[in-house]
């Protein structure tokens, strides 16, 4: 009875660790429901809205036009994230004063990459997968972002997502 992205929109309110919510969109259909749900809406260009638009270019635009010192991006992708962990993630970003931050999910799975063990050693025993050190995929269902150090980055290197000291908080796995 309520839109996918609703569940993001009640868990950053629950989370009381915002000064606003703003819905950022570049259709128009979603300003309706920033209404329905008391929050703001942010109709970004709708060029920023392709599927080659780069998220560095999306959060420049929102900083251009929304000033704030942190800019934080609750992704409606991840319905059952909880108000509670939105709240451990930014105090984390706070507590370890970083300037860039993604959400990852730890996984204990035998892992290659160009063809070379991640994690595990192909010379010994096969190690039991609660002995391996966990790869972090980004999960994207938080990221957060000091605004000085993103315009500061995108201005001195066209690029801003991992800016400054960058942090990774594990999510559960609902979450991811």
């Known amino acids: 009875g ?3 992205i609703a569940y993001s929109i009640l868990a ?7 000064d606003r919510i703003v ?26 809205g392709s599927s080659t638009t780069k998220s560095d270019e999306v959060v420049l635009d929102f900083i251009q036009n929304n000033k704030s010192e942190v800019i934080v991006w609750v992704n409606s992708i991840s319905p059952l994230q909880t108000g509670e962990e939105i709240r451990r993630v930014v105090e984390f970003f706070k507590k370890e004063t970083l300037d860039s931050l993604i959400t ?10 160009q063809g070379k063990p991640v994690n595990f050693e192909k010379t010994a025993k096969f190690s039991q997968t609660q002995e391996l050190e966990p790869v972090q995929p980004f999960v994207y269902s938080v990221m957060m972002w000091r605004t000085e150090s993103f315009l500061d980055n995108m201005k001195s290197q066209g690029h801003a997502l991992l ?10 796995k609902l979450s991811s």
Not at 12 to 18: G, L, T, Y
Not at 163 to 172: L, Q
């Open 12 to 18: 950053a309110k629950q989370a009381r660790v915002f």
């Open 163 to 172: 800016s400054g000291k960058v942090g990774y908080y594990p999510v559960n």
């Open 104 to 113: 990852v999910r730890d996984e204990q799975v035998h892992c290659i990459y």
């Open 2 to 4: 309520k839109p996918m």
């Open 23 to 48: 819905i950022n969109s570049d259709s128009h259909i979603f300003k309706s429901i920033a209404s329905r749900y008391d929050v703001e809406f942010y109709e970004r260009p709708e060029h920023l």
